[in-house]
């Protein structure tokens, strides 16, 4: 098999927010397999399990991207690593986030000091901090290599500045992750045409339930409202941008019993009338032309 014909999407968690609730789904973080590259996109908790689960390697870990600081798509990211340097990673591994991510990291490491000075000592391991290259980047083009490039657009997500949409592309195939952001028109211009475009979304029925349930709701609805959008503006961006299939990650909410894809669906049809891919835990999209 060619590394072009494995080139695949692999959701490892669908919710948005970090709570984790009994039966629920966790955050949402994503493998992206691209031209031979094994590339995670967010490192919300549960992403090391959700690699093991898609069948990676932890020693295979290569780019790892994070869209923003927001703990449900970086809290796991030091651990993820960690537990692939326990693993026999021996191999650099490079880390593209917005600004503060290197100072997460080397807090990270110092966090963990004890282990991981006494690991290369007593196991004789390579250095971690010497593996892990730490590239924080702003907007515009933030990788050429091997015919992979990554291109960022900042987008709007409230009080949080440093948050960016990515673009990646590699063989003619274009995946874009929209990141954490309200209705953004500029996000359209920038998926133009890809393959897949995965979209934040809410609901807005399965919010003003949220709301209601929450004892500071008006101040919630605020929040939400003002940093996210909802299914429907998700399927006006891919609309306008021509995109090939749409996935809808980060759903809020995600553990309201009461709703189910049908609604997600519905919601988007409003505005979206072609390929569709609601998230779920360990769902795989090929890039493939046999499968949209
Ligand atoms: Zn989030
Ligand atoms: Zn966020």
Known sequence: MSAEAADRLVLLGSKGGPALRPGGPWPSSS??????????????????????DAGISLKALDLIFITHLHSDHVLELGPLIHTAWTAGL??????????G?????QRFCQAMEFDIEIRIVDEGRPDIRELV??????????????????TALRVDHPPVTECFA????????????????????PLAGFANEADILVHEAMLEQGLERLVARTGNGARLRE???????????????????GVRRLV??????????????????????KSWAGDLTIAR???VVGLGSDNG
């Not at 991510?101 to 990291?105: A, H, K, L, Q, V």
């Not at 929040?223 to 941008?241: P, T, Y």
């Open 31 to 52: 493998l992206l397999e691209l031209g031979g590259r094994n590339i995670v996109v967010d490192c919300g908790l549960g992403v090391t399990r959700g690699l093991a």
């Open 281 to 283: 835990y360990g769902l």
């Open 166 to 185: 990515l673009r990646f592309e590699h063989g003619g195939r274009s995946v874009v992750f929209s990141a954490d952001t309200a209705f953004f028109p």
């Open 248 to 269: 809808l990650n980060h759903l809020i909410p995600a553990d309201d019993p009461a709703i189910g894809e049908a609604d997600w669906v519905t919601a988007v049809r």
């Open 101 to 105: 991510t290197g100072r997460y990291w």
């Open 90 to 99: 021996a191999t650099p591994v490079t880390v593209f986030g917005p600004p």
């Open 133 to 150: 290259s730490i590239k924080e980047f702003g907007e515009g083009a933030i990788l050429e290599e091997e015919g992979l490039t990554v």
């Open 223 to 241: 929040h939400l409202f003002a940093s996210h959008s909802l299914a429907e503006d998700a399927g006006r961006i891919a609309s306008d941008a």
